[in-house]
């Protein structure tokens, strides 16, 4: 017997958006139910069987994505959310990963694109129960449970503060993490974003090749940074 489909809330008032994400995620095995407004997908979202990852604009007509994110967060759902809208808005992407969304994609979209971030929310979640103790990408590898980061087959020295910052991106590697988050989990709270844009240079420039193009620590302009998912 083969798996059931992936299940994807799609939850978005452009009929044009539903109609191409439909077509684009069932050509790719998923199971695409819709909502065009809040209020539908409340509906949707409390059938069953439940969906296993909901696309969600913010822009509806009838109740802010905003707010359906903070009823689902605090209801304790923890089902990945990819924000979909054309908001690019520095605050409203912002205020959105903080009320737990798994990452954004802005319109106009790349399929190709959307599906990765897609996949790796998935996977995240999967994974967020399961933390792996040595975590790989291409030459970098680093070692959750020893605390010891390697770049090929050399050791690489860390502050206490630049392997924080590593640990909380690699344990959501694929996510867009924002400075208000790093912030809170390295120091709990009380830093400045200018100070933290420091260490992530200084972090760079013993695990990039390349500081000023990064390989691994992503910049998301306006927002924070995201540690590339492996492949």
């Given at each position: ?30 199971e ?17 069987p ?80 399961g ?17 010891v ?8 020295k ?5 392997y ?24 709990g ?23 000023e ?19």
């Amino acid at each position: 017997m083969s798996a059931p489909a992936i299940r994807v809330l799609v939850v978005d008032d452009e009929p044009p958006i539903r109609k191409l994400l439909r077509t684009g995620l069932g050509t790719q095995g998923f199971e695409v139910i819709e909502a065009q407004n809040g209020a539908e997908a409340r509906v949707m979202r409390a059938r069953k069987p439940a969906p296993d990852l909901i696309i969600l604009d913010l822009g509806l007509p009838d109740i802010a994505g905003q707010d359906l994110l903070r009823e689902w967060r605090a209801a304790g759902d923890l089902t990945p959310v990819v924000i979909l809208s054309s908001r690019i808005d520095e605050p409203g992407i912002v205020e959105a990963l903080e009320l737990g969304a798994d990452d954004y994609v802005t319109k106009p979209f790349g399929a190709a694109e959307l599906m990765a971030r897609l996949r790796v929310a998935l996977r995240h979640r999967l994974q967020s129960r399961g933390e792996r103790a040595i975590f790989t990408l291409d030459d970098l590898s680093v070692d959750l449970v020893r605390r010891v980061v390697r770049l090929g087959d050399r050791d690489v020295k860390l502050t206490p503060r630049e392997y924080e910052i590593l640990r909380v991106l690699v344990q959501n590697a694929g996510r867009a993490l924002t400075h208000e988050y790093l912030i809170r989990e390295v120091w709990g709270g009380s830093f400045e974003v200018q100070n933290l844009r420091v260490h992530v240079a200084q972090l760079r420039q013993k695990i990039e090749a390349e500081p000023e193009r990064p390989r691994f620590i992503l910049t998301e302009t306006g927002v924070g940074y995201r540690l590339r998912a492996p492949d």
